[in-house]
Each structure stands twice: as structure tokens, then as C-alpha cells.
């Protein structure tokens, strides 16, 4: 039910301005990690997926940030998933990239 309310906020105009990122972001970001609701067979298959794949990310999300040193956590742990934070350190630390020169 609060996803709903969320969309319809967003709908009504509660977009991102610019100026209000950070709640649009929270609300986005709650929007998107929500569980798929329903009663079928398809959405309790969706549900046991999406359960399955949150375990595996909060897991993939805590190894990352116990393998890295201290004054580093509070740079990375805002990433919302393990694949944005994979792609961030890759991006800050990765090889010499065109687009670094």
C-alpha cells in the first residue's frame, strides 16, 4: 500500500527539480527495493526471486564494504545495491580510462 502513495506523490509533482534531490532519492530508492505484491502464482514467484536476489545484494553489499579500509566505508555505503557500488569503485579506482586523461 505505501508504494502506491510513493507513486502517486511522484506522480503528482513530487519529480525531481534539482533542487530536492534527496527526499525524491529516499523515496525513489524505497520505490524501487519494495517487494512485488499480489496473490497469483506469478507474484509469490516474484516475491521468492526478489528475496532471493536482496539476501544475495545485502551480502555482495556487506563484503564489499568489510573489504575495504575504514575512511573508506562512508564514501560507498549510500550505493543502494551492490552493482551501483561495484561500478563506482570501478569508476574511482578502475584502470587509465580515455575519459581520465
Not at 539476501?55 to 556487506?62: G, L, N, S
Request: charge should be neutral; include cysteine; hydrophobic fraction near 35%.
Amino acid at each position: 500500500m505505501a508504494t502506491k502513495n510513493i507513486i502517486a506523490d511522484l506522480n503528482k509533482g513530487e519529480k525531481l527539480t534539482g533542487t530536492n534531490y534527496d527526499i525524491w532519492f529516499k523515496k525513489m530508492t524505497f520505490l524501487l527495493n519494495e517487494p512485488p505484491e499480489g496473490n497469483t502464482a506469478q507474484s509469490r514467484r516474484n516475491l521468492e526471486a526478489f528475496e532471493t536476489w536482496s539476501k544475495k545484494d545485502h551480502c555482495a553489499r556487506f563484503t564489499l564494504l568489510s573489504c575495504m579500509h575504514d575512511d573508506l566505508i562512508g564514501a560507498y555505503e549510500h550505493c543502494v545495491t551492490a552493482k551501483e557500488m561495484w561500478d563506482q569503485l570501478r569508476f574511482d579506482f578502475g584502470g587509465t580510462f580515455v575519459t581520465r586523461l
